[in-house]
C-alpha cells in the first residue's frame, strides 16, 4: 500500500512536470482568461532558457544554487537521471487514468520530451525536490500549457488505477508568483483506501526551460514562498 501510494504520488507529480504552463504568449493570454489559477508576471524581469542549456550549464547553475542558499541535498546529473528517466514510459504505461479525457499523458511522447530534454535534479529534502528541464523549443511548453488548462478547468478530480488498485486524485491551485514568464502551483491530494498523500507543485516556464519544485506533506504550501525564493534564484543563476 506504502508503495502504491508513493507511487501514486509520483505520477501526479510527473503530470504537472509534463503539463506545466506554457511560455508562448497566446498561452499566457489564455491563461488569464481560462484559468484563474495561473500567475503569469506582466513584465518578465528575467528572459531565461531562449535556447536549450547544455546538461553541464544545469547542473552548474544548481550547483551555485546550493551553495549559495546553503542547501545540502544531492544534485543527479543527466547521467545519473538518464536511466530513471527511460524507464519512465514503461511505468505510466501501466497506469489508467479516468475520465479518459483527463489522462494528458496518453497523448504525450513522454519517451521523446525525455530523450530531446536536458534535466538536472536537487533533492531539497528526503522526499523534496528540485527538477529542471531544457528543450529544444518551445513546442513542448505549448502543449504543456493546453495540457494543464484541461487539467484546472475539467479534472479537478480523477482516478487512477495501477496494479489493481483504485487511487482518486484531487488538484486545487495555490497562488505563486515568480520572475519567470509564467507561473503556476498546485496542491494535490492521493487518496487510496483511509490514507491519503498530499504535495504541492510548483511550476515556472520561462522560453524553453521548466523549473519544477515538488513539496511532499500537508505542511508543503507554508513552504511555498521558500520554492519561490530558490526558483528565482535559479533564474537568476541562468540568465547570468
Keep these: 500500500m506504502k508503495k502504491s501510494m508513493k507511487a501514486g504520488a509520483l505520477l501526479v507529480a510527473g503530470v504537472f512536470a509534463l503539463s506545466g504552463c506554457g511560455s508562448s504568449d497566446d498561452g499566457s493570454e489564455a491563461a488569464s482568461e481560462s484559468s484563474p489559477s495561473a500567475t503569469a508576471t506582466p513584465t518578465p524581469t528575467l528572459a ?38 527511460q524507464e519512465a514510459p514503461d511505468a505510466l504505461a501501466g497506469v489508467t487514468i479516468t ?77 505563486a508568483t515568480t520572475d519567470a514568464e509564467q507561473t503556476q502551483a498546485f496542491r494535490t491530494a492521493i487518496t487510496a483506501g483511509e490514507e491519503v498523500t498530499e504535495s504541492t507543485q510548483l511550476s515556472v516556464v520561462s522560453g524553453t526551460t521548466n523549473i519544477q519544485i515538488t513539496l511532499n506533506g500537508p505542511e508543503g504550501g507554508a513552504s511555498m514562498s521558500k520554492a519561490e525564493d530558490l526558483a528565482n534564484a535559479l533564474l537568476a543563476e541562468l540568465a547570468k
Excluded at 57 to 75: T, W
Excluded at 99 to 110: G, M, N, S, Y
Excluded at 121 to 150: C, G, R, W, Y
Design 48 to 85: 531565461v532558457g531562449q535556447s536549450q542549456y547544455t546538461p553541464e550549464e544545469l547542473e552548474a547553475a544548481l550547483q551555485a544554487v546550493k551553495a549559495d542558499q546553503g542547501l545540502s541535498g544531492e544534485i543527479a546529473n543527466q547521467e545519473m537521471l538518464s536511466p530513471l528517466l
Design 99 to 175: 475520465p479518459e479525457k483527463c489522462d494528458v499523458l496518453a497523448t504525450t511522447d513522454i519517451a521523446g520530451i525525455l530523450e530531446s530534454a536536458n534535466m538536472a535534479m536537487l533533492m531539497l529534502t528526503a522526499t523534496d525536490m528540485l527538477m529542471i528541464a531544457s528543450h529544444p523549443d518551445e513546442s513542448v511548453m505549448e502543449k504543456q500549457f493546453a495540457d494543464n488548462s484541461l487539467l484546472l478547468e475539467e479534472c479537478a478530480q480523477f482516478q487512477m488505477e495501477a496494479a489493481g488498485q483504485v487511487m482518486t486524485a484531487s488538484i486545487e491551485p495555490v497562488d
